[in-house]
């Protein structure tokens, strides 16, 4: 690991066993989910995994949290390792490493007002005394351009794009220094995806949070990524600057993903380009 290096992922396999359901007998066999991925995270970095349904993006993510355990290999997190661990569940860096999903619906309590929500976190970690909590929730919706007068809100009072924001602002609560990002506008509407993505960007600017940023969208991925591993039945098959892999890039693979992002040239940013 060099200074800069925040997270490393060596040679890491996740294997699950198929089982024997209603409709299948066969139980044998497993599903190598990830299979050998190895790769490394820089501070301040947002790195793109991309890859087909299917091919192990949301798994490596969840590994790296410590939501799922790996069967071999090696994750290290902020020079700490988790390795392969049976008993041992959960991520060493209960703050340090957050993660949001895909569809705010499923990460937000629906019983709780944005206050709860955010406080939550905070008090749960107790990061900071009660007294000082106002505060802070008025700089985390700050940072997410919500206006204040939202804490009361819950969240089926509020549009799928400003759920997400309060799923970010809830991840930023316990000031991360990597977010795991799992297709985080893929369920959102194309105009409120550019909004949300800009979002994270600028995180990564005036934070310096390090964004895994998994989707299976090639353009939403250039538009955000500064590296990027493509990923295909468990295996990065080819990881570069983003530029350079999207410019240039070396695999068939990689070639017939960019050929199907749709070129629409009067959308104003490619993130807004249909997926
Ligand atoms: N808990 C699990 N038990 C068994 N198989 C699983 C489990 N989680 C994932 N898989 C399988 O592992 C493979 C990789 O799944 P994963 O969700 O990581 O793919 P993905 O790249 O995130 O796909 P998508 O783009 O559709 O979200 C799939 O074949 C999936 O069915
Ligand atoms: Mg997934």
Same mark, same amino acid.
């Given at each position: ?90 991520? @060493? ?180 380009? @249909?997926?």
């Amino acid at each position: 690991m060099n200074g800069k290096e925040i997270l490393r992922i060596e040679d890491v396999k996740v294997h699950f066993s198929k089982r024997a359901n209603l409709f299948s007998r066969g139980g044998k066999g497993v599903i190598k989910a990830v299979d050998g991925v190895s790769l490394g995270m820089n501070r301040g970095e947002i790195y793109g995994i991309v890859g087909e349904s299917g091919s192990g993006k949301t798994t490596l993510g969840r590994a790296v949290i410590g939501l799922i355990q790996i069967c071999s290999g090696e994750i290290t997190v902020f020079g700490t390792k988790i390795s392969v661990n049976p008993r041992r569940k959960g991520c @060493p860096h209960r703050t340090k490493v957050q993660m949001i999903f895909q569809d705010p619906d499923s990460s937000l309590n629906p019983n709780m007002n944005v206050g709860g929500l955010l406080a939550e976190p905070i008090l749960v970690n107790r990061l900071l005394p009660k007294k000082l909590l106002p505060e802070r929730l008025g700089e985390l919706l700050d940072m997410v351009d919500l206006p204040k007068n939202f804490l009361g809100r819950y969240p089926h009072q509020m549009s799928g794009g400003q759920k997400q924001r309060v799923a970010i602002a809830r991840a930023m609560a316990v000031d991360p220094e990597l977010i795991i990002a799992d297709e985080p506008t893929s369920a959102l509407d194309v105009s409120v995806q550019a909004q949300i993505l800009n979002l994270l960007m600028d995180l990564k600017e005036k934070k310096g949070v390090s964004i895994m940023f998994i989707s299976h969208n090639m353009a939403v991925v250039r538009h955000i990524s500064d590296r990027v591993a493509v990923m295909r039945a468990g295996r990065i098959i080819e990881a570069a600057p983003a530029e350079k892999l999207f410019v240039s890039p070396r695999e068939d693979y990689t070639k017939k993903l960019l050929r199907a992002i749709p070129k629409i040239r009067r959308y104003p940013c490619p993130a807004m380009v @249909p997926a």
